[in-house]
């Protein structure tokens, strides 16, 4: 399945599940590495780079995700709905 489809079921998901969230869309201007879903959901941030099977992350993608786990908040590489909903929960 391509990415741009997995974000977007990923997405409807975390939207059904009360979140706020929205897509981050890469480009010369903005902030390299940014993770592909940023939120909030019950009062706590979260960012979420969303990946195929597999796939790595980028050095920046993985240092803004440890970035906002410093700060209190989500980060985590996700390739499903269900890996995405435990990240919220507190069981990844």
Known sequence: MPE???QLRIRKALEAAGCWVIKTHGSIFGNKGAP???GVW???GFGFEVKEPGEK????QALHL???????G???????????LAA????T
């Open 4 to 6: 741009s489809t997995r």
């Open 36 to 38: 592909d879903l940023v």
């Open 42 to 44: 019950e009062g706590r």
């Open 57 to 60: 992350l980028e050095p920046m």
């Open 66 to 72: 440890e970035r906002i786990r410093a700060a209190g």
């Open 74 to 84: 989500v980060g985590e590489r996700v390739e499903t709905i269900e890996e995405a």
């Open 88 to 91: 919220l929960e507190g069981r």
